[in-house]
């Protein structure tokens, strides 16, 4: 990993904290705000694997909460 050997502490501490803000809003179910959070992740460091898993995740869970919020919105529609 070459990022790995000419990050700063400080760009580490970033990087990581950066990751695990994203994995709690990925939990609490806000997968947007969570992948802003992975792409800068991954600006510091492209190689990152637990940013680049857990930005899977979020956006798998992102697209469902699309999926969710048209069914929603049709069954608003359908109920009046």
């Given at each position: 990993?070459?990022?790995?050997?000419?990050?700063?502490?400080?760009?580490?501490?970033?990087?990581?904290?950066?990751?695990?803000?994203?994995?709690?809003?990925?939990?609490?179910?806000?997968?947007?705000?969570?992948?802003?959070?992975?792409?800068?992740?991954?600006?510091i460091d492209p190689e990152d694997a637990n940013a680049l898993k857990y930005r899977e995740i979020a956006r798998k869970r992102g697209r469902e909460e699309l999926?969710?919020?048209?069914?929603?919105?049709?069954?608003?529609?359908?109920?009046?």
């Amino acid at each position: 990993m070459p990022y790995m050997t000419t990050m700063k502490p400080q760009e580490k501490q970033l990087k990581e904290g950066l990751v695990a803000r994203g994995a709690a809003l990925t939990n609490l179910g806000r997968a947007r705000e969570a992948l802003r959070d992975f792409d800068a992740a991954l600006h510091i460091d492209p190689e990152d694997a637990n940013a680049l898993k857990y930005r899977e995740i979020a956006r798998k869970r992102g697209r469902e909460e699309l999926v969710a919020a048209e069914d929603a919105k049709r069954r608003r529609a359908n109920t009046r």
